[in-house]
């Protein structure tokens, strides 16, 4: 299958927002947590504007995305998202890898990521070290998100 990594344009937000929910949502979080993290998964031409945003298409399709985000001088990944019929293609590892390659271009040595719990095995197979956890709470649910730094010069 040809995949092709490109910059998405601000048409491209409604399907990135689609993709990001569908892959949360596959995770199998209670709908209600899903309304609540709705703002946050959705794109949109201010957030892209902001955050460098990267597409990926494969066969014509769009099937994932990731975004990048410059904050107090550090570079963060704040979206990595595969659609589920798409995961476990390579195009999680392709659009990681491109965002690394991407960061070093912008002149960073680390991107920082705070992941999902369900996502955190991907950022470790990939080389990134965990160094703490954000808590955050959810429909009166307590929530450790990992927090990761990614080295650029880290083996993948």
Known sequence: MLMEIVRANFEDAPTLTE???????????PEKWMEDWREALT??????????????IQDGQP?????LHLENRKLHLVHLWILPSSMGQGIGRSLFT???VRGQ????RE???????NAEGFYL???????????????????????LIYQMNAPR
Do not use: C
């Open 19 to 29: 993709i990001a929910l569908a892959a949360k949502r596959n995770w199998g979080y």
């Open 43 to 56: 794109i949109t031409p201010a957030s892209m504007e902001r955050d460098e945003t990267w597409l990926a």
């Open 63 to 67: 099937t994932g995305f990731y975004s």
């Open 98 to 100: 491109h965002a690394t």
């Open 105 to 108: 271009e912008l002149g960073f």
């Open 111 to 117: 991107i920082e990521i705070e992941s999902d719990p």
């Open 125 to 147: 197979r990939m080389g990134a070290s965990r160094i703490g956890l954000q808590i955050r709470e959810t429909q009166g649910h307590r929530r450790e998100l990992p927090v």
